[in-house]
């Protein structure tokens, strides 16, 4: 919170010189230390300091990466190889990097998932919301041309698939393509400029990172109830009470990390990228990594090629203007007894989504089933199976959201934090 | 106005302050509206780049029946030596049936309608279409399912355009030059 004032007091010779002249031991201590948090925070909220861990394993990995890695056609997969086989530690540090997306993904989606359902982008956190969108993007940004440096044939005809998106732009879409990939393919050139681009972005990110960090320090974290912190009794100070819950966290969410890294470290991936890329022979299954297998999905299921390009960039710029499409003035989805089953049923059509993204669209969803065929397709497809949920992803944030919480009855919401958990105390002692 | 000419707070007529402001702005914008040129630039293809952007092919190496891929420009380039029976079938289909019509002559050189040179790169998103797969007889591309025929034309599947003939001529009977 803003007006919580300072309540750091430099005890030696050397703090007190130095917080006259940079506070910043002043600046962490009130915003890591004596910070007022809510004091009903649950474990979903431990995912905004595991998704900075990720961010410095990724950084800190990365730039050991680096220095092995050799940015050219004709080497990148051998550096690759070299630094899986014979440099010390290299199999480890790639593996933690390769999985470490994953991760970063993962935790990613449930910090996400979490803020829709505690309507943790309702006003005052718009811009606190808008920037971690700003971050989700910027991540896929950077993923994607990570996917791409090993040179494998995922990598190129990944690189090729994605970039021709930007070719079916109208009139301007061919100049721009050749633009990006410096080149009239995907070559040398493009290799080159998106391992620059690899290595400044997570550097972007976490710049932004840090201004979200700020805007959250702004208007105070959001909690699960939903309410604003009214008084002293509402909060807990960040250390010890935040720092140790999100130490837990962080540790069980490290132990899932390392059943990747040391037991299937090539679960997540796909055998193909093994492959040196080879320009003349695309592989028979294109497939992204499974944390763009939704967005991936929506870009099939839009018969029309731009169409489809505007939907899947469509379906990440909707969460930009959430905060004006809930019309809602309850913020927590516990009160809101209508709108928490919309939101059950839209965590299962992203789900869906991704694993139609990982489908052949012409496969039948049960095998066997009569069907009959349905415009341009067979109905008992993964391509209608797509469009339903494309449908339903798109309706819940432009129909669902405003509608619902114009005409649903939220339950009573309690008038403090305090409140809210002195009522569930009783009612597990009634139990 | 009735202000003094003194005063320099910025109300009333531009006065020299005001121009000096307007002057430095109008610098400081033009300086970076002259830096971005370059800085965009230097993304588009080099000159080295350009230079590869013509090939010549021995036909000789392709037998009837077969085709031969050779690279262009970083992608694949398909060159087929087509039998009469794919010629015909290619010749055969009305331009209402296809999805961006354009006649199997307008694709070949007159006289050597045996020799199909096309950009073996999917119209939809880029990936390489299989030969001799696809319900044409044509090209199938694995990634999104679109099929083309004999002539390398879209007939079915998301890919909105046919597979590009690129600009080449006969050097002489054996010989071409593509781009």
Redesign the interface.
């Known amino acids: 919170m803003s007006d919580h004032p300072s309540t750091y007091e430099p005890k030696t010779g050397v703090e007190k010189w130095l917080d006259q002249r940079l506070p910043i031991v002043r600046l962490a201590y009130d915003s890591f230390v004596d910070y007022p948090t809510p004091r009903n925070l649950n474990y979903w909220w431990t995912f905004g300091g595991i998704l900075s861990v990720c961010l410095m394993i990724q950084i800190v990995t990365g730039i050991i990466l680096a220095m092995h890695y050799t940015a050219h056609i004709d080497l990148a997969f051998n550096s690759v190889e070299r630094i899986m086989r014979d440099v010390n530690y290299g199999w480890l540090i790639r593996y933690v990097h390769a999985n470490g997306a994953s991760m970063f993904f993962f935790a990613v989606f449930v910090h996400m998932f979490r803020g829709l359902y505690y309507g943790s982008y309702k006003a005052p956190r718009e811009v606190l919301w808008i920037l971690g969108c700003l971050i989700f993007f910027l991540m896929i940004a950077t993923a994607f041309m990570g996917y791409v440096l090993p040179w494998g044939q995922m990598s190129f ?1 990944g690189a ?2 994605i ?3 930007i ?1 079916s732009i109208p009139v301007i879409g061919g100049p721009i393509l ?3 990939q ?6 040398q ?1 493009t290799l080159n ?1 998106f391992f620059s681009l690899h290595y400044l972005l997570p550097f972007v990110i976490a710049g932004v990172v840090i201004l979200h960090i700020w805007a959250l320090h702004v208007v105070g974290q959001n909690n699960p109830a939903g309410v604003d912190i009214k008084s002293k009794e509402d909060t807990v100070p960040f250390t010890p009470y935040a720092t140790v819950k999100d130490g837990l966290g962080i540790i069980f969410f490290l132990i899932l990390f390392s059943i990747f890294v040391f037991f299937m470290p090539n679960a997540l991936g796909h055998a193909d990228n093994y492959i040196p890329a080879n ?8 497939v992204p990594e499974w944390y763009l297998l939704p967005f991936y999905a929506i870009l ?1 299921a839009i ?1 029309d ?1 731009f169409g ?1 390009v505007i939907a899947m960039f469509g379906a990440i710029a909707v969460l930009f203007v959430l905060p004006w499409l809930d019309t809602s003035k309850v913020r927590s989805m516990r009160y809101r007894p209508v709108m928490r089953w919309f939101f059950v049923i839209f965590v299962v059509v992203c789900l869906g989504l991704g694993w139609c993204g990982a489908q ?3 496969a039948p969803v049960v095998p066997g089933l009569p069907s009959f065929t349905l415009l341009d397709g067979e109905f008992n497809s993964y391509l209608w199976l797509t469009r339903a949920l494309t449908l339903y992803y798109f309706a819940f944030f432009l129909l669902i959201m405003p509608w619902v919480g114009l005409k649903e009855d939220p339950l009573p919401v309690p008038a403090s934090i305090s409140e809210a958990i002195l009522a569930e105390h009783a009612k597990k002692k009634g139990a | 106005m009735s202000e003094p000419a003194t005063d320099h707070g910025g109300h009333g007529d531009p006065n020299r302050r005001d121009f000096i402001y307007i002057a430095a702005g109008a610098a400081a914008v033009g300086a970076v509206a002259m830096v971005i040129p370059p800085l965009v630039d230097q993304m588009n293809p080099a000159a080295d780049t350009l230079a590869l952007a013509s090939t010549e092919f021995d036909l000789s190496k392709v037998q009837e029946g077969m085709q031969v891929v050779i690279k262009w420009r970083g992608k694949p380039l398909f060159v087929r030596y087509r039998t009469p029976k794919e010629i015909k079938e290619a010749q055969d289909v009305k331009l209402t049936d296809l999805k961006d019509p354009q006649a199997d002559a307008d694709r070949v050189k007159k006289g050597k309608e045996q020799y199909l040179i096309l950009v073996g790169s999917c119209t939809h998103l880029g990936c390489v279409p299989t030969f001799g797969a696809g319900d044409y007889g044509g090209w199938f591309c694995p990634c999104h399912g679109s099929h083309y025929d004999t002539s390398g034309r879209i007939r079915k599947g998301p890919a909105p355009l046919n597979l590009a003939v690129p600009d080449f001529q006969f050097l002489s009977d054996t010989k071409v030059k593509i781009g």
């Open positions: 005809h090729v698939v970039t021709n998106l070719g050749t633009w990006l410096g080149g009239f393919a995907v070559d050139a400029r320009p003349l022979v695309t592989p028979a299954h294109i099939r018969p090629k489809g052949l669209p012409d």
